[in-house]
């Protein structure tokens, strides 16, 4: 069957933010880079703008891929069902949540997509082609990261993210070798950490043209301690770009690199996130090794990754089995008196595929009439061991109003931008203040399909 176009959609939900959509759709780039040149290839980001009267116009020549988290599965399931009313023959379902529960995406996809598509995705083509398309493709094989689906110049032009997106996104590994019973990183991009080649890392970012970038590696701060000599090359390549800044996942132990550390603000980078995930040591069996809930520890980890230049995001999670309000109330104490450069606080979330989703269908605490839009760690989808699901909702609503006030947030950007020499300051305010706005935007949308709209903001306290 010939292809009239290949489409790959993105489902989203943040639209955009004074003209612009926040982060770009960096797999379906690569996907797309991976489409032969003579089959024209189009992205589709509902962050852009309504989706629904350009699907309709498609018809049973074209190709449609979509890939979607969790959260973004219904609005998936919508899109594919337009497409079908419309004529699409083949509805191809990749991402997170058709790697992790396969037989949800079934009911409505004609293909689903588990695994890393780089591999799979071109033979997808070649069978629509010749009309031998299978309702499932399957590619867990971790795959070297060399060479793999570099995007193109075709691809770079159309999706022109330097214009139409604030923050572009990049990848320089891949894979965590921790196991945190809430995460889905091991299930959906493997244990072992895969490094791409330098070269080819500099070479994206210079064709790219970027100058600033969020690395989407699922920690890279662990490579500070099993790869060290890639991490030094890395960084001695990235420092003579012309970067303004970029951000990277981490876990504590980078800030016993202060060698590595000092290379990495020479090399441009601003902040790393370090998941903390909770206060309470009770936790520490299900953070997988990387955080045992001791303040100390934490306020020294800090400091010391500070101490070198750089921003810490903070990463907390709410709603393990040994949390209570006064958890919530601690973690808030805490992120005041640690002079973090911004924070995350999150509801944990019973994400598909993980022990933690495990251990609570076995226990009945799953609560199953909750839709997947519900699963943006913003709302409560389970019943907490130690308080009631009212409780931990309460408590975390009020954090997140003195955490995401707009004086705490001003505080914290203005300590973050007291990092950065005076003739710096003009291309680190963007940085400097967007990390904690990103976070309200998470929270606000609890607002929005939450049970109950907040008034107004009280003032921090």
């Known amino acids: 069957m010939d292809i009239r176009k290949v489409v790959l959609i993105h489902p989203g939900r943040e639209g955009r933010i004074l003209g612009r959509a926040t982060g770009a759709p960096y797999t379906l780039m690569r996907l797309a880079s991976l489409v032969p040149d003579e089959i024209p290839v189009e992205i589709w980001d509902e962050n852009l703008g309504p989706l629904d009267e350009k699907l309709g116009q498609l018809g049973p020549h074209d190709l449609v891929g979509i890939t979607s988290k969790t959260l973004a599965i219904e609005s998936a399931e919508r899109f594919a069902a337009i497409a079908h009313r419309a004529g699409v023959r083949a509805v191809v379902v990749g991402g997170a949540h058709a790697t992790l529960m396969p037989e949800d995406v079934a ?18 083509i070649q069978d629509f082609l010749h009309d031998d398309l299978k309702p499932r493709y399957h590619d867990s094989d971790w795959a070297d990261l060399a060479g793999v689906a570099p995007i193109t110049e075709r691809v770079i032009r159309m999706v022109d993210e330097n214009r139409r997106y604030w923050t572009p996104m990049m990848e320089i590994t891949r894979g965590c070798p921790r196991n945190c019973s809430f995460c889905t990183a091991i299930r959906v991009s493997g244990q072992r950490m895969r490094l791409r080649p330098i070269d080819e890392v500099v070479d994206e970012i210079e064709r790219r043209r970027l100058r600033r970038f969020f690395l989407t590696d699922d920690n890279f701060g662990l490579a500070f301690r099993t790869n060290p000599d890639y991490v030094e090359s890395l960084l001695k390549a990235l420092a003579p770009l012309p970067l303004h800044g970029w951000t990277a996942q981490a876990e504590m132990l980078v800030s016993t690199h202060p060698d590595l550390l000092r290379l990495a603000r020479h090399a441009h980078l601003d902040k790393l996130f370090i998941g903390f995930e909770s206060v309470n040591p009770d936790n520490r069996r299900d953070l997988g090794g990387k955080s045992k809930g001791l303040i100390s520890q934490y306020k020294k980890a800090i400091k010391d990754v500070q101490a070198c230049g750089i921003g810490v995001v903070g990463l907390f999670v709410f709603g393990f089995d040994h949390d209570t309000p006064q958890t919530l109330i601690d973690t808030w104490d805490f992120v005041r ?20 989703r495990a251990q609570l269908i076995e226990e009945g605490r799953l609560m199953t009439d909750k839709p997947w839009r519900y699963y943006d760690t913003a709302h409560v989808t389970y019943y907490p061991k130690r308080m009631t699901v009212e409780e931990l909702e309460r408590t975390y609503d009020w954090v997140c109003r003195q955490a995401y006030h707009p004086l705490s947030i001003v505080r914290r950007g203005l300590r973050a931008l007291s990092r950065h020499p005076i003739p710096h300051l003009p291309r680190k305010v963007f940085g400097s203040f967007s990390t904690d706005y990103g976070y309200r935007r998470t929270y606000d949308w609890r607002q929005v399909q939450g049970s109950r709209l907040l008034s107004a903001w009280d003032t921090a306290e």
């Open 107 to 124: 009911r409505w996809a004609d293909v689903v997509v588990t695994g890393e598509a780089y591999h799979t995705w071109p033979q997808i």
């Open 337 to 356: 008196e640690s002079e973090l450069d911004s924070v995350s606080m999150t509801i944990l979330t019973p994400y598909p595929g993980t022990p933690f």
